[in-house]
């Protein structure tokens, strides 16, 4: 167990998660990348991170789950020391109209999104170091207001009321608790049954007329768990 300090990224195998891992172990950080499915992912960028000189673990975890989140913080202090960073990476999104959204489509977007955020900030407001960073993702869509993101985005309305108010209530901990809500962002899982038509409609409506990368978010994410953020609390960076 070394002295660096620890972070846990949520859904940190792939994805905007693998590059948020990848740009805080070259911060200092040791990392703990959560999965809950994919496995070979999760091992491979443990290699690569660990290749490089940099201390890296993986643990599988459901965070719709209580019992799961209470044993992934478990694991890591016991494995990297007691945890200074919660990054809530892990996410999904199922699109439909509310009217042809069925109960299934409800449920694990309410499990994922709301229910497993929920989970580690329960855990991460009752463990973290003083002067800790937790770190929540919502999305530009919210304030779009589009058609057939209804569920997902109602989901991450209550992700942002959350982190207000956890805000709040670490007071006297010196942790802080913001968001950033990525706009459409070049992963291969927002590119999926995509036509070329959308991308470039989505990538136009960005000032840069261009799509995020994964990095763009890791850098923000850097920021906010870096010494520099320490008077930035309760905030939404809408990226």
Known sequence: MSNQKVAIITGGSRGIGASISRRLAIEGFSIAINYVSSSEQAINLVKELTSLGYQA??????????????????????????????????????????ANSSDELFEKQIETNLKGTFNTLREASKRLNQGGRIINMSSSVLG???????????????????TNILAKELKGKSITVNAIAPGPTNTEL????????QIEHLSQMNPM?????????????AFLTGPDSQWINGSMDKS
């Open 57 to 98: 673990i993986a643990i599988q975890c459901d965070i719709a789950s209580p019992e799961s989140v209470r044993h992934l913080f478990k694991q890591v202090e016991t494995r990297l020391g007691k945890v200074d960073i919660l990054v809530n990476n892990a996410g999904c999104m199922k699109l439909a109209s509310i």
């Open 144 to 162: 779009l207001k589009l058609e057939e993101y209804g569920i997902y985005s109602a989901t991450k309305a209550a992700v942002e009321a959350l």
């Open 190 to 197: 927002f590119l999926r049954d995509k036509s070329q038509q």
């Open 209 to 221: 007329q261009r799509l995020g990368t994964p990095a763009d978010i890791a850098n923000i994410i």
